[in-house]
């Protein structure tokens, strides 16, 4: 019998981030305590910009973009926050996207998978991704609890179940 597999991607799916912004913006516009302080969101390239007068009303307006984000089905640990930071007569933040797994989180995972997991599991850093190998499909689905369980910095999606 062949061993099954699954995949460990963290993706961000373009189309909702997108759309997530789309009602950002709404939000803001209609909002009354962001009215007149400049408060907007924009692409720049592939990272959002937020803009407001104050530093403050900047954190109000990126609590509204995570808040969006969720509501959309991406997780806020795939947003790479930076600080506020002056600009003329305004505060701007940039907001980045997170898309794969990095190398010091996969081995982290990859030694979760080792140290908890069912003995059968086996892990491979492939790139960006993780392969996850076994004989028993109950352990790999086992292995996708375990890893749910933990809190990690990244957001972890389970793909390719074979």
């Not at 996850?132 to 179940?161: E, G, P, Y």
């Amino acid at each position: 019998m062949a061993d099954s597999s699954f995949d460990i991607v963290s993706k961000v799916d373009k189309m909702e981030a997108e759309n997530a912004v789309n009602q950002a913006q709404k939000e803001i516009a209609q909002r009354y305590d962001f009215k007149g302080v400049g408060a907007s969101v924009d692409w720049s390239g592939e990272k959002l910009l937020l803009k407001a007068e104050t530093e403050e009303r900047v954190k109000a307006v990126l609590d509204v973009v995570e808040a969006k984000f969720v509501k959309r089905g991406i997780s806020s640990r795939s947003l790479d926050t930076g600080k506020p930071f002056a600009s003329g007569k305004e505060y701007r933040l940039e907001v980045g996207l997170k898309n794969g797994i990095g190398p010091d989180d996969a081995k982290k995972i990859s030694k979760i998978i080792r140290d908890e997991a069912p003995k059968t599991v086996k892990s491979q850093i492939q790139g960006d991704e993780l392969r996850v190998q076994s004989k028993s499909r109950d352990d790999l689905q086992a292995t996708i609890a375990l890893l749910k369980a933990k809190d990690l910095d990244v957001d972890l999606q389970f793909v390719n179940f074979r």
